[in-house]
């Protein structure tokens, strides 16, 4: 962080940017609990086929170790809407309620992906558990992107059963109807949220043990990516702009057709609340949708805009990490990760991180080619403590000054040993930087004033916007910290120090006397 020491009267000029919106859930119960408007018996359940566990599980063996999403769950093509499926009933106060009942006999988990979704100002939309154990929502007209005729669709996080109500409430005065559109069903077949710790490796760190200890601001950027039944890991970036831009890097490998960036899940501060624990609860403490700003195949990494900024969720403390552009080697090195659809890991190198000078050949287990990455565009990290799995694909590699340096594309299965690190694969965030045009580099979206800087800091979530004005500080110490800082007509006098600490922008406008003797320190 540049330090600036002003003694002298001085006029600065800045600008301010607006936060997205949030997209989340009001966190209420569903409407028609305590009020016996349906039972939940009498609704027929639309049912999905049994999974055919012994080809998935051959599928899954054939991606193990390639450089593609983590599976979790299988995808049910379905078309669920308000007009062809469910059932509607007028309500004791003159509403409309909406049901569906969907039953996947083999799951261990529900989520559901939407072509579809627009509710009007005042409906409500549920989803729950047929025991009445779990729910979310309600999700309202907050959670809309684009306008009734043209939206981009929806997503919905996990319900741990194989059972699940979908309840939608329109009250009486509302008059144009909602639209809700189910395209997929995803019937769960691993656990997920680190209900069991039996499939990972034992080598893992969770983020809370000691190993961790030194990444406590630094592991609020990274979360865990649901795509449909696929997932991955990424982290949120400081631009250089210093305003919380809800920017978020991951792997391009990350990225599929259908469902598109808009139906992703972005689940934050999943992990273990103390070293070995179970995880925390983390339903409301996701964000759904995104667009794609830039990608590249060859350096492996995707830049997403979040459609739901974390910052606007009250349940999430987000973190907006720094990066480091030169091409210099690291002389050591973590990843913080979600592997396996596990709670936070962080794995560790004490060894240089250098350049691959070769190309990177990718094989299935059969020994076919997927693919081969050019040489020169990614960094070999040989872990010294903990690894990687499926699921990891996309999180950052931090340098020893705490700095992303590249996205993990793949490597080695498996755990180090004394004298045998495990080999991994990170796109290099020097060679991503730079490209034929916007939607192939980062240098336009995280470089946005064209600053020319190399390296920029991370920095926290910001508390809020301050404005000083017509005040005198005289004698003493002062600091004022914020995200961004706007003072106008200040004196300093009387050998007092005044610093101005802001995340984001600091402005200075009219008249900013400091006298002799007095300081002014800008951070």
């Known amino acids: 962080m540049i330090m600036k020491r002003i003694i002298l009267t001085c006029t600065f000029f800045g600008f301010f940017l607006c936060a997205v919106q949030a997209q989340i859930s009001t966190e209420e119960q569903p409407y028609s609990w305590g009020k016996r408007e349906i039972t939940i018996e009498s609704i027929p359940a639309v049912a999905m086929p049994f999974l ?112 699940i109500m979908l309840e939608y409430y329109e009250p009486a005065e509302v008059s144009d109807n909602g639209i809700i559109s189910v395209a997929q069903v995803i019937s769960g077949y691993r656990y997920v949220y680190n209900q069991t710790r039996g499939n990972l490796l034992p080598c893992h760190n969770d983020i809370t043990c000691p190993e961790g200890n030194n990444w406590q601001k630094e592991k609020n950027a990274i979360a865990y990516i649901t795509m449909g039944g696929l997932s991955c890991s990424g982290a949120l970036l400081n631009t250089t702009a210093n305003i919380n831009t809800p920017v978020f890097l991951t792997a391009d490998h990350c990225f599929v057709l259908y469902p598109s960036a808009s139906q992703w899940i972005f689940y934050w501060h999943y992990e273990a609340p103390i070293c070995g624990g179970n995880a925390n609860t983390v339903s409301n403490k996701s964000t759904t949708g995104s667009t794609v700003l830039a990608r590249r195949a060859d350096t492996d990494f995707m830049l997403l805009k ?14 907006y990490l720094g990066w480091d552009r030169t091409a210099v080697s690291a002389t050591s090195g973590v990843c913080i990760h979600h592997p396996r659809d596990s709670v936070k890991k962080i794995s560790i190198t004490d060894n240089s991180i250098n350049n691959h000078p070769s190309p990177i050949t990718w094989e299935d287990a059969y020994g076919n080619i997927i ?153």
């Open 306 to 319: 979040l459609t739901s900024d974390p910052a606007s969720n009250k349940n999430v403390t987000p973190y």
């Open 371 to 523: 693919s081969i990455t050019p040489a020169n565009t990614h960094w070999k990290v040989s872990f010294t403590n903990g690894t990687t799995e499926g699921g990891s694909s996309g999180s950052p590699i931090l340098n020893q000054n705490k700095r992303v340096v590249g996205q993990l594309h793949g490597g080695a299965i498996g755990c180090p040993s004394p004298n045998a690190p495990i080999t991994k694969y990170y796109g290099r965030f020097d060679v991503s930087w730079d490209g034929a045009n916007s939607g192939v580099r980062l240098r336009d979206h995280l470089d946005p004033s064209n600053t020319g800087v190399t390296t920029l800091d991370g920095i926290p979530k910001c508390d809020g916007n301050i404005t000083i004005s017509n005040k005198t500080y005289s004698s003493g110490t002062h600091t004022v910290t914020g995200c961004n800082i706007n003072v106008q007509d200040v004196k300093v006098q009387n050998n007092a120090k005044l610093t101005l600490d802001a995340a984001g922008t600091t402005t200075i406008n009219g008249d900013f006397e400091v006298q002799l003797g007095s300081e002014l320190e800008i951070k």
């Open 52 to 163: 055919d566990m012994a080809t998935i599980e051959e599928e899954d063996l054939e991606n193990e170790g390639l450089p593609v999403p983590f599976r979790f769950g299988f995808p049910h093509d379905v078309n669920f809407s308000l007009t062809n499926s469910g059932s509607w009933k007028t309500t004791s106060d003159g509403g409309r309620l909406w049901t569906l009942k969907i039953h996947s006999p083999d799951a261990r988990s529900l989520n559901l992906l939407y072509d579809q979704f627009w509710l009007p100002e005042g409906a409500k939309f549920f989803i729950y558990s047929t025991d009445m154990k779990e729910y979310i929502g309600a999700f309202t007209s907050q959670n809309n992107t684009g306008n009734r005729e043209n939206n981009e669709g929806f997503a919905t996080g996990f319900l741990f059963t194989n059972s």
